[in-house]
């Protein structure tokens, strides 16, 4: 009888060990919760870190947040981040690594690395979430959500904005503009909407040319300066900081007198491009943004700086003097887990997966600072407009000059 009960209690312990464990596993250490991961393919140690990695910061902060709040009881969020060091060989090889630790949902920073894996999520019914964008990303319709606009759309929408503010009777003439930046898909996409633009509007600019180099080259510049140096308007087309930076102060040196002009990218290495310039070389610079700026009191923008205060107090100043990074990942990124939320309150965390994310963000249309932003069953891109803001030298900051939101155009 004493064998028989002792047996019995060490498996009764057993029984509850092996419980217990199961909880904890699938729980990430939080017995009774499940864990539902998030995916992030990003770069923290190559060319776009100095942006990316303040994005990082305000997902991880994001999803603290979330946890804390426990909108939906028993369900915990877990990132889980992959370090491509903006090395395209690694786009899928970060894809499998996410995949195989369970994410149903992938952020992917890199429009080439969504397009890349746009025909491997559409096979593995994995969503992907791309924040920057390019058409081929969100057309045809699939597997990739888009959060911020098509280059190509928003380079279109700064340009018709720039032409609504030329004094063509005044100045006697249309403004010229010409394109410079890097090849990959991003600034390929980026010049095709400046070229698309003047093509269709040939009474609007002047059109001089599209000028880029190799991704990653960095000066010297003097044969795009030398065509570029006298006109009105340079679409700075490049997905980075060093691109630009490098290109704009040998620019200011050699005495070019053109404005700069860009989509959103750049205002996410604001410090990084007047660390390296000046404010000066920059004054008068204008760029489209679909989520907002810093200095905006706008309370979807209240609480992502709330977030960085809470979460990152002593680094706060800097990162916001950093750019947008932080800033527009963090509004993306929250946009995004709110899709996730939602198809978990719709499928159950048990039966979340790529599949009842795709059914949730197909008809998920939300306000956001007074702009509808989703999708529907044919759209793949969150924003159907953006500001234009300046960059002033005597504030040292950039300021909204728009009626706030401007239309984007296809």
């Not at 509850?16 to 990430?28: D, F, K, P, S």
């Not at 759209?379 to 009626?403: F, G, N, Y």
Request: hydrophobic content about 40%.
């Amino acid at each position: 009888m004493k064998r028989g009960l002792k047996k019995a209690c060490i498996a009764l312990f057993l029984i509850l060990t092996l419980v217990g464990t199961a909880g904890l596993g699938c729980a990430g250490g939080e017995e009774g919760k499940t864990t539902i991961v998030i995916g992030n393919l990003t770069d923290s140690t190559g060319v776009a870190a100095p942006a990316l990695e303040p994005m990082t910061w305000a997902l991880e902060d994001v999803v603290r947040d979330i946890n804390e709040q426990e909108p939906i009881p028993g369900v915990k969020l877990q990132v889980v981040n992959y370090n491509t060091a903006f090395d395209p060989s690694r786009f899928l090889t970060g894809y499998d690594y996410l995949k195989g630790k369970g994410a149903e949902v992938i952020i992917s920073v890199f429009n080439d690395a969504s397009e890349t894996l746009k025909p491997y999520a559409a096979e593995d019914k994995i969503a992907l979430l791309g924040m920057a964008t390019s058409v081929p990303m969100v057309d045809p319709a699939g597997w990739v959500f888009a959060f911020s606009a098509p280059t190509r759309w928003s380079i279109k929408s700064m340009l018709q904005w720039v032409s609504d503010d030329w004094d063509y009777a005044t100045e006697g003439r249309r403004p010229t503009l010409a394109t410079v930046g890097w090849n990959d898909n991003w600034g390929q996409d980026n010049a095709r909407g400046a070229e698309e633009f003047c093509r269709d509007n040939p009474d609007l600019f002047e059109y001089e040319g599209t000028f880029l180099s190799p991704v990653g080259y960095t000066g010297p510049w003097s044969g795009d300066i030398a065509k570029t140096r006298n006109v009105d308007y340079i679409n700075v087309a490049a997905n980075g900081a060093l691109m630009p930076a490098t290109f704009w102060k040998e620019y200011g040196d050699a005495g070019g007198t053109g404005t700069n002009i860009d989509t959103e990218a750049q205002s996410a290495y604001v410090g990084f491009i007047t660390d390296k310039c000046g404010w000066d070389y920059l004054d008068g610079k204008l760029n489209v943004q679909c989520w907002g700026w810093w200095n905006l009191p706008w309370p979807e923008v209240e609480y992502i700086k709330g977030l960085l205060n809470k979460y990152r107090p002593d680094d706060a100043a800097e990162v916001m003097k950093a750019g947008m990074g932080y800033l527009g990942g963090g509004a993306m990124q929250r946009f995004a887990l709110d899709i996730v939320l939602a198809a978990i309150e719709e499928s159950g965390a048990e039966d979340f997966d790529g599949q009842a994310f795709y059914d949730t963000a197909i008809t998920y249309m939300e306000d956001w600072a007074g702009s509808q932003r989703g999708f529907t069953a044919t759209r793949r891109h969150a924003v159907d407009d953006c500001c234009v803001l300046k960059w002033t030298a005597a504030d040292e900051d950039l300021e909204l000059i728009s009626d706030i939101w401007v239309p984007l155009i296809y």
